[in-house]
């Protein structure tokens, strides 16, 4: 889904009146922004004032400010943009995940990159690995890898997004894997995004909050 129009306070006016300044620094620019949820293909195109003296992410400010504040969009501290279908959604904004330690249980927030997979950060004192904290895990908590960074745990997520469907149990889409021929490719496509060694991965984190 598209919505292409230009936000209420760009009128031809204004416009018209900042051009004929020759001292202005403002000057209209066309910006886009995606929803980042996987697999949703909207987005919205606005035409927004910017200043010359703006780096790039400052202009896309602009528009990702604009549509929060009027548009329903939201767009989160890690720099993910969300489509009011997506905007505060329970995948995004609520998952967590429980891990089990020494020192008892340990809850982490967790988010859902690609339905079925969750990517969650191990807290530093409880890293089997301390370089490679960030775990891509099955929905029902069997960990698939530890990576160095959330970007890492993402990509392999994507990377592996069409070898099953995920949010089915673990079993079905391990044969899934299995059967489709798909075993090292899906190993390779894991390492290809910085996976620590399969010897160092743990065997299962418990179950994801909110499960049914």
């Not at 149990?169 to 390492?191: D, H, K, P, Q, Y």
Request: hydrophobic share 40%.
């Amino acid at each position: 889904m598209t919505n292409d129009r230009a936000p209420v306070p760009l009128t031809a006016e204004s416009v018209s009146e900042i051009l004929r300044d020759p001292d202005s620094p403002l000057f209209p620019t066309r910006i886009t922004v995606f929803c980042d949820r996987y697999g949703c293909e909207t987005k919205d195109t606005g035409e927004y004032m910017v200043s010359t003296d703006m780096a790039g992410d400052q202009r896309l400010a602009v528009a990702r400010q604009h549509l929060a504040d009027n548009a329903g969009w939201q767009h989160t501290e890690e720099g993910d943009d969300f489509c009011p279908v997506h905007a505060g959604s329970p995948a995004q904004a609520q998952l967590t995940v429980e891990l089990s330690s020494a020192a008892g249980t340990l809850t982490v927030g967790a988010t859902e990159p690609v339905p079925g997979l969750r990517v969650f950060e191990i807290p530093a004192d409880h890293a089997p690995l301390p370089d490679h904290r960030w775990v891509l895990a099955h929905h029902e908590g069997r960990a698939l890898g530890l990576f160095a960074t959330a970007g890492d745990a993402n990509g392999a997520a994507s990377a592996v997004a069409s070898m099953a469907d995920w949010t089915r149990n673990a079993m079905t889409t391990a044969n899934a894997i299995s059967l489709g021929g798909n075993v090292e490719r899906f190993a390779l496509a894991l390492m290809a995004h910085g996976c620590a060694p399969a010897a160092y991965q743990p065997a299962a984190v418990s179950r994801p909050d909110g499960e049914v």
